[in-house]
């Protein structure tokens, strides 16, 4: 059973930057997609940035050229960095994984991850950008 338990949510200014962790237990970095995914209060939970097991990477158009997934497969961590934070950036940020044969994600990395492709989730970190 994969859990995932993400850290580095906080409080930024605009303009500031904030890197995220996600720590997956229980996990083979070769069979999995990984994925971030925020969501605002009152609004969807939404795709942000994806990687697959060979580090092809893809991005929501709302993070492009601001966000960078990656992951540190000796220490089975996926991390967010995000840089030039807006205050729409505002979310719960939660990490989420798929198995998949040969690590290839859902649809691949050039559309937006989709919440019903993932089935293993973390407990969310809270970003919050002020103005």
């Known amino acids: 059973q994969v859990q995932l338990v993400e850290s580095g949510g906080g409080s930024v200014q605009a303009g500031g930057s904030l890197r995220l962790s996600c720590a997956a237990f229980?996990?083979?970095?070769?069979?999995?997609?990984m994925a971030w995914f925020r969501q605002a209060p009152g609004k969807e939970r939404e795709g942000a940035a994806v990687i697959d097991s060979g580090g092809s990477t893809g991005y929501a158009d709302s993070v492009k050229g601001r966000f960078t997934i990656s992951q540190d497969n000796a220490k089975n961590t996926l991390y967010l960095q995000m840089n030039s934070l807006k205050p729409e950036d505002t979310a719960m940020y939660y990490c989420?994984?798929?198995?998949?044969?040969?690590?290839?994600?859902?649809?691949?990395?050039?559309?937006?991850?989709?919440?019903?492709?993932?089935?293993?989730w973390g407990q969310g970190t809270q970003v919050t950008v002020s103005s």
């Open positions: 229980g996990y083979t970095a070769s069979s999995y997609c």
């Open positions: 989420a994984a798929e198995l998949r044969y040969g690590g290839v994600c859902p649809g691949g990395v050039h559309r937006t991850p989709r919440r019903e492709e993932y089935n293993y």
